[in-house]
């Protein structure tokens, strides 16, 4: 009795949260960057500028901070502005050689948080190129491009879309989907760069099309990689890595709890395996026979490093066409990795070591995690010398086609920096 009367007064309870929440959100899309700038026609020193979502994080961040070194060389000045976040976040020693634009601007790499308030960041129509990581960055080049426009000094060149997913599904069918597709909607204004030919293909068969596209195949973190000479003298153990992020649902972190529940409950050696989630703080789950999730959240680079080394058998999954980092680093460390498939993507020819399921149920994941760890007892696993990431030192060869696109003198500016 005490038990249901909880669960009515929860019940009751979340209605009237849900009744607030409604009354005050206003109906508006939040997160959405507004425009902040101040548009000037003076001539200046050419300007490459990376727009982030915000200044952290690994894999795609990552990826974006490569893309941008790759070419920043070769304009005078260079500047990172950063849709969330405000000057008391920015850590100097995360960005060296980098200044706060609002408190030194002539400073040749500067850093803006667009939220900053009191500040305004001048953009040199003539003399600025930009490049977009993530639909909300595009949106804002987008919209400085219109108020570029209207000015009447409209942009005699294309920005950048570095493109690193199907960004429409992060949501559901709603306005946020629409809101993002509609960043795919500037061609002509569009140089295309996809994180692998996987997500390129997909979105061609979505029927989106740009006239101006490249394709790159991104490499392990070097940082990581350096750890790989250590995999032949170290001996794994009986660990489960798990890719978990509970507040991203194309992580499938449901699906991911599930799996193990079946796993814990149904595979016989289940209790000599430890199983340790990354990615995302999240309390310790329990999970049938004494065991239990464990989470360390987000690790730096060396301590992931440590637990792909010990680790023998993973689990990520990641519902979009990119492939997603975290499988491919297990893989590259020896770990049998069980992941699944979507749409064009199956990463199962890739390494004997990504197992990539086509029936994503609980049961049929489990089973794979058992087979998997079955083979590791039995000395059946061994590390695939096949790189599951399949990108090479030079990892954006089409650097100069892409700066010549936005009409900086390459082969000057390339003499220049040689003296």
């Known amino acids: ?22 009354r005050f959100k206003g109906h508006r899309i939040r997160g959405v960057p507004s425009l902040n700038a101040r548009l000037s026609n003076e001539k200046a020193e050419s300007r490459i500028n ?21 070419i920043r060389p070769y304009y005078k000045r260079s500047r990172i502005l950063v849709v969330q976040g405000e000057d008391s ?10 200044e706060l634009e609002s408190q030194n601007p002539d400073a040749p790499n500067t850093f803006v948080y667009l939220q900053q308030p009191g500040y305004r960041p001048t953009v040199y129509n003539e003399c600025d190129h930009f490049i977009a990581t993530h639909w909300t960055s595009a949106h804002y080049i987008i919209l400085l491009r219109e108020e ?16 690193q997913d199907f960004e429409p599904g992060f949501y559901a069918w709603s306005s946020r ?37 490249y394709v790159f195949e991104p490499r392990l973190n070097p940082k990581l990689a350096a750890y790989q000479s250590r995999l032949p003298a170290h001996k794994k153990r009986r660990l489960i890595l798990v890719y978990g992020r509970p507040s991203t649902p194309r992580n499938a972190f449901e699906l991911v709890v599930e799996t193990l529940f079946v796993f814990a409950e149904t595979y016989k050696n289940a209790a000599q395996w430890d199983i340790l989630s990354l990615g995302e703080s999240h309390e310790t789950i329990p999970l049938p026979n004494g065991l239990s999730i464990k989470t360390e959240g987000k690790v730096t680079l060396d ?9 023998s058998v993973g689990l990520g999954l990641m519902v979009s066409p990119h492939p997603s980092y975290p499988p491919l680093e297990m893989a590259e460390f020896g770990v049998r990795v069980i992941t699944n498939r979507f749409a064009n993507k199956n990463l199962s020819g890739r ?8 029936d994503a149920r609980p049961t049929a994941l489990a089973k794979a995690l058992a087979d998997a760890c079955d083979a590791f007892d039995a000395g059946a696993i061994e590390r695939d010398t096949r790189p599951a990431f399949l ?14 696109r936005m009409s900086v003198k390459t082969e000057q500016r390339v003499l220049e920096l040689a003296k």
Do not use: C
Request: charged share 20%.
């Open 177 to 213: 989907y629409l809101f993002a597709a509609a960043t795919y909607t500037k061609p002509e204004q569009t140089i295309a760069v996809f994180n692998t030919k996987l997500l390129k293909d997909y979105f061609e068969a979505q029927g989106y099309s740009f006239p101006a596209s």
């Open 1 to 22: 009795m005490m038990v249901i009367g909880y669960r009515r007064a929860q019940s009751r309870a979340k209605d009237i949260l849900k009744k607030l929440f409604m």
């Open 351 to 358: 390494t004997k070591n990504i197992v990539s399921m086509a």
């Open 50 to 70: 990376l727009v982030l979502i915000y200044a952290g994080g690994f894999g795609g961040t990552d990826t974006a901070m490569r893309f941008f070194n790759t």
């Open 148 to 163: 570029q426009a209207r000015s009447g000094a409209p942009p005699k060149v294309p920005f950048v879309y570095l493109i």
């Open 89 to 98: 976040d920015f850590d100097p020693t995360m960005w060296p050689g980098f």
């Open 391 to 404: 990108g090479t030192e030079d990892e954006f060869p089409f650097w100069k086609d892409v700066i010549g």
């Open 303 to 311: 301590r992931y490093a440590q637990h792909l080394l010990d680790a």
